[in-house]
């Protein structure tokens, strides 16, 4: 099993960014996705999840209307659309895999810097 994040990076404040997360070893079409930031001195926070369908998703309050998930089960991958980006958004972002019997699995991080 693995999934690999990428297209975190330095950005300034009200700028985008898409992360993507793809996986591999697992049926992806079956799992619940969801993304977690952690920022310095923070608890791991949920972010976002979407279904395995892809057919409902929900938000943290600090990002709805800021961020947008979405998936392609043909790909396996799943994406993290971050837009209006502001400084306290800036931590480390993972997603992770939630199969239906309750176990998950984790990506290993992709950082995000909103700077000026």
């Known amino acids: 099993v693995q999934l690999v994040e990428s297209g975190g990076g330095l950005v300034q404040p009200g700028g985008s960014l898409r992360l993507s997360c793809a996986a591999s070893?697992?049926?992806?079409?079956?799992?619940?996705m969801t993304w977690y930031r952690q920022a310095p001195g923070k608890e791991r926070e949920l972010v976002a999840i979407i279904t395995s369908t892809g057919s409902s998703s929900n938000y943290a309050g600090s990002v709805k209307g800021r961020f947008t998930i979405s998936r392609d089960n043909a790909k396996n991958t799943v994406y993290l659309q971050m837009d209006n980006l502001k400084p306290e958004d800036t931590a480390v972002y993972y997603c992770r895999a939630n199969a239906p019997n309750g176990y998950y699995y984790w990506g290993q991080g992709t950082q995000v810097t909103v700077s000026s």
């Open positions: 070893g697992f049926t992806f079409s079956n799992y619940v």
